[in-house]
């Protein structure tokens, strides 16, 4: 079992980077038109071109992230400001306190999924 998953990943491995490198050449291809379509969107002022083809338009995206986190800390707390936090569990503290306490902290569930992973024989 060991030998043809190992021969079956090796192959796969191979696939992968014969259809990244594909990929890469269609991903560079349309981030050239990306660019080109941002470039008539600015020049002509519009938001949006509607096409017989399709329709191109920008989009924001916004993402943030902490820049320091006792000065972020202490706004939340200070302004009781919990709206910008997320609701998830550091799971690392929870092992932590597994292992001291021998249970779980009140209101927190874990599921551990057991995988199985192969490796190659080493070299000798």
């Given at each position: 079992?060991?030998?043809k998953y190992i021969a079956l990943r090796d192959i796969?491995?191979?696939y992968k980077k014969e259809f990244d490198a594909k990929l890469g050449k269609i991903n560079s291809a349309m981030e050239?038109?990306?660019t080109e379509a941002m470039t008539f969107l600015n020049q002509?002022?519009?938001?949006?071109?509607?096409?017989?083809?399709?329709?191109?338009?920008?989009?924001t995206t916004t993402s943030a992230k902490v820049a320091d986190r006792d000065v972020f800390m202490h706004f939340v707390m200070e302004n009781e400001a919990i709206n910008f936090l997320e609701n998830r569990v550091n799971k690392t503290a929870v092992e932590e306190y597994i292992a001291e306490h021998g249970s779980l902290p009140p209101g927190v569930d874990v599921t551990r999924m057991t995988t199985i992973g192969f490796n190659r024989p080493k070299a000798r």
């Open positions: 079992m060991a030998a796969h491995e191979k050239n038109i990306e002509t002022g519009q938001e949006s071109a509607k096409t017989e083809s399709g329709t191109f338009f920008k989009k």
